[in-house]
């Protein structure tokens, strides 16, 4: 059945079989970022898209979905390279783990780096929530895996099939996961702790102040609004 998100209400009706359990060790605010991007990022780097330890994830961006494959790439013991057009956002990502920070608004462009990072070899995985194709393809290994995620950069799609054939790279799109997933992930993520990178959390009554912030592009994490106290959260932004 549909379900109407996106709505600031304190209390809904849901089927059962719509609820996981929240891993113990998050506060409601922490769990409520999981269903969407924590879940897409876990299918894009599970199964298939499994790297091994000491293999390369690029992840473009420092939206949810990039922040949370960045933590679980780093859960498998990969290698990350991270991009950003943003110096303040390439530190926060080497504070979270990246081993590599690209800015991906300089010259040289941020696949001709991957590809000096990677001494010429390219990167096994690739997390594309931008949509330029024909940039992954050039910083992917031979054989390597793209998962196509988003499309920012919508205008910024062509691509020639014989370059994607001679590398013999492999595209998955995909979109958010399944129950299984969802599930497995909160194991995952409560054995190992993992927390949500979080950049501020609103009360319901600045709600308009939380979608400002998130338009701003400036936010790193997730921008919260809290729709009741939670006594297990340490910190409070109003």
Not at 37 to 56: F, H, Y
Not at 73 to 78: F, P, S, T, V
Not at 213 to 222: A, N, P, T, V, Y
């Amino acid at each position: 059945m549909g379900l109407p998100w996106g709505k600031c209400s304190q209390y809904r009706v849901l089927p059962e079989e719509v609820l996981v359990r929240v891993p113990e060790h998050l506060n409601d605010t922490e769990a409520a970022t999981l269903p969407c991007a924590a879940v897409t990022a876990w299918n894009a780097l599970s199964g298939e898209g499994s790297p091994k330890p000491g293999e390369t994830v690029v992840v473009l961006g420092s939206g949810g979905v990039s922040l949370f494959s960045l933590q679980f790439a780093r859960l498998k013991k990969a290698r990350v390279i991270a991009c950003s057009r943003s110096e303040a956002k390439i530190t926060q990502l080497l504070k979270l783990g990246a081993d590599h920070a690209i800015n991906s608004g300089v010259s040289p462009g941020w696949p001709e780096v991957v590809m000096q990072l990677t001494e010429g070899r390219g990167a096994d995985y690739i997390i594309d929530v931008v949509g330029r194709l024909a940039d992954s393809v050039h910083a992917l290994r031979f054989g390597g895996l793209i998962s196509v995620i988003g499309m920012l950069d919508r205008f910024s799609t062509e691509i020639d099939p014989a370059v994607i054939m001679a590398k013999k790279a492999r595209l998955r799109g995909l979109q958010v996961g399944s129950r299984e997933m969802f599930e497995a992930m909160n194991r995952a993520l409560f054995r190992h702790r993992i927390r949500p990178v979080i950049d501020r959390v609103y009360n319901l009554t600045a709600v308009q102040a939380a979608y400002r912030r998130l338009e701003s592009g400036d936010q790193f994490g997730k921008v919260c609004i809290r729709l009741w106290p939670d006594t297990k959260e340490k910190s409070d932004f109003n």
